[in-house]
């Protein structure tokens, strides 16, 4: 942990460490204790530090994340998906009628949303979409592990009309460009900005694009940008909006329904 000393708070440090040893080698947090003196064969220890000291996230070091109650393959090219995404997700579960409906997952990177959506409502359709290539190979790997039958679609929402959908779920890059200069290193350096950043003068414009074309829509949003969605979507005569806080009482998703 020492080495990571210069790079990371102690906190933070143990927290690498702690994902970085069990996800390597097999060790909890008790059995790195128990096990502090013997020795153990970990040949890509060097290259591992290594990466980590450049900020690169462990996560990608390791090549998997949680999410929900599964496991993602992930890279530079998919977003380390987040608690709050869990939290969408578990709103959109609570909320589906019973009936059969077919679920979009827009911008959908490692699969995250669209493989935790068809693992709870196997009896459901679930599309997912996004403009890069290799994110897609990832959520169609994801997918496969899972046991999950997505139909997965190349598709730029800037230039292409979306699959039709019952219900559409989007998490959609939305931190505006000025932002980045107090943004971490490890996300800014490693997570795919094409996912991320939207222009300082547009920063509504994925959700505004997506919205024109949904009957019922659940977001991902900006904590900052809560009312903003609400005008907006007012303005595209959705008579059901709900802005929903997380777990940290920040607005960070929102729900339209015509």
């Known amino acids: 942990m020492s080495a990571l000393a210069d790079f990371y ?17 097999g060790l909890s947090r008790t059995d790195f204790v128990l096990k502090l003196e013997e020795p153990v064969d970990f040949p890509s220890f060097e290259e591992d530090l290594s990466r980590l000291q450049r900020h690169e996230p462990v996560q990608y070091v390791c090549g998997r994340a949680p999410f929900m109650d599964f496991w993602l393959e992930v890279s ?10 869990e939290e969408l997700v578990q709103w959109v579960l609570d909320t589906l009628p019973p009936q059969k409906l077919t679920l979009l997952d827009v911008g959908t990177g490692s699969g995250a949303i669209a493989i935790a ?9 679930v599309i997912a979409i996004d403009v890069d290539a290799e994110a897609l190979d990832f959520a169609r790997r994801n997918a496969h592990e899972c046991g999950a039958t997505i139909d997965f679609i190349q598709v730029d929402v800037l230039a292409q009309r979306l699959p039709a959908a019952d219900i559409i779920i989007s998490n959609p890059p939305y931190i505006p460009s000025m932002e980045r200069k107090s943004m971490e290193p490890y996300v800014i350096d ?11 003068n547009d920063p509504l414009l994925f959700y505004r694009i997506i919205a024109q074309q949904a009957s019922t829509v659940f977001f991902e949003i900006h904590m900052e940008f809560g009312e903003e969605m609400r005008e907006m979507l007012a303005k595209f005569g959705f008579d059901r909006i709900e802005l929903r806080k997380d777990l940290q ?10």
């Open 9 to 25: 708070d102690k906190r933070e440090a143990q927290n690498v460490v702690s994902y970085w040893f069990e996800q390597r080698l």
């Open 76 to 85: 530079g090219a998919t977003l380390i998906p987040r608690p709050e995404t």
């Open 117 to 125: 959506l068809k693992r709870a409502r196997p009896d459901c359709s």
């Open 190 to 200: 490693h997570e795919p900005g094409l996912a991320l950043f939207v222009p300082d």
């Open 249 to 258: 009482g920040r607005d960070r998703m929102i729900l339209a329904q015509r």
